[in-house]
Structure formats: C-alpha cells, structure tokens
C-alpha cells in the first residue's frame, strides 16, 4: 500500500496532517452501510467457493 500527501505541491508527513472534520452518520444511516456491507462481504465470501476449470489444449 502507497498513499502520500500533497499539501500545495509539497510533500507531508501523514501522520501529521489536519484532516477537516466530518459530521458522523445518523443511526439509520450507519444502519444501512452496515447492513449493505455485511450483504457484499457476504458475497465476496461466496466467490472464495467458486472453482474454475483449466482449459488447456489436448496434444
């Protein structure tokens, strides 16, 4: 993993960077996301079932 920080064309340390403030998300929302995000973990675990066939040519 490779992130950094540009702050007017010059590089920052990231750990020392003011970060704006965000407003946190209502109780329904976070709700939601999370209910969406355990429905496309839920999917991304199924493909971990998923097996392939090779497909090679026979001599």
């Known amino acids: ?3 950094e ?3 007017n ?3 920052k ?3 020392t ?3 704006p403030s965000a407003p946190s998300l209502s109780k329904r929302l976070l709700n939601t ?3 969406r995000t355990a429905e496309l ?3 991304l675990e ?3 079932q998923t097996k392939l066939a090779l497909n090679t040519p026979n001599p």
Request: charged content about 20%.
């Open 1 to 3: 993993l490779h992130y």
């Open 5 to 7: 920080f540009l702050v």
């Open 9 to 11: 064309g010059s590089h």
């Open 13 to 15: 340390d990231p750990l």
């Open 17 to 19: 960077v003011k970060l």
């Open 33 to 35: 996301f999370e209910k």
């Open 41 to 43: 973990l839920a999917q």
């Open 46 to 48: 199924s493909y971990k």
